[in-house]
């Protein structure tokens, strides 16, 4: 099963916002509610920043917004800061026998 | 406070074989799914497979089923990824992760540090 397809890259300023899309098909992204979201920063493990479309683990700033549509899932940081400059994946379940599917990965840059 | 603590980089040859390991602390180890994530240098990350501890009930991405074994030491907490015939296309780093089930929205909550494994040719 091929990866989800996300942007290569996408860039905001300080303050601004950045969506950032997850397509998948109505077999992952699209048939379950269970996609969540990853921030890595270079040589760094990833980070679970977003889960179940939206829901936001403790510690996780309100600035990270999950949404989706269909077979696509999108990511929203609002009020971009120098710290959100990082690589996002997202990632969907797909049925028992495939299990998870990661997507292409995203890299974001704040100008 | 949950810990995934791998064990260190490896330089190996071609044709030789590893084991990874993944040592877990600060939850019910037999509880919760642990997945190994493979990320290629300068690459995204891909799913290879996934073990359940209770019942060692093994899931592999199909890309990798016969490639590595996945395995998990109740006694010890400790998760395993090896392969019996490294190629040079096996360098990347490898993270492990605990992954949370369907009633907890399923998902990696907590992630080893990465194992950085070199083969050369």
């Known amino acids: 099963q091929s990866a989800l397809t996300q942007p290569p890259s996408a860039s905001g300023s300080p303050g601004q916002s950045v969506t950032i899309s997850c397509t998948g098909t109505?077999?992952?992204?699209?048939?379950?509610?269970?996609v969540s979201w990853y921030q890595q920063y270079p040589g760094k493990a990833p980070k679970l920043v977003i889960y179940e479309v939206f829901k936001r683990p403790s510690g996780v700033p309100d600035r990270f917004f999950g949404s989706k549509s269909g077979n696509t899932a999108s990511l929203t940081i609002s009020g971009l800061q120098a710290e959100d400059e990082a690589d996002y994946y997202c990632c969907s379940y797909a049925g028992n026998t495939n299990f998870e599917i990661f997507g292409t990965g995203t890299k974001v840059t704040v100008l | 406070e949950v810990q995934l603590v791998q064990s260190g980089a490896e330089i190996k040859k071609a044709g030789e074989s590893l084991k990874i390991s993944c040592k877990t602390s600060?939850?019910?180890?037999?509880?919760?799914?642990i997945a190994w994530v493979r990320q290629m240098p300068g690459r995204g990350l891909e799913w290879m497979g996934i073990i359940y501890p209770g019942d060692s009930d093994t899931r592999y991405n199909p890309s990798f089923q016969g490639q590595v074994t996945i395995s998990a030491d109740k006694s010890i907490s400790t998760a395993y990824l090896q392969w019996g015939s490294l190629k040079a296309s096996d360098t990347a780093m490898y993270y492990c992760?605990?992954?949370?089930?369907?009633?907890?929205?399923?998902?990696?909550?907590?992630w080893g540090q990465g194992a950085l494994v070199t083969v050369s040719s």
């Open positions: 600060g939850y019910s180890f037999t509880g919760y799914w």
């Open positions: 109505s077999s992952d992204v699209g048939g379950y509610t269970y």
């Open positions: 992760a605990r992954h949370q089930g369907l009633e907890d929205g399923y998902n990696f909550d907590y």
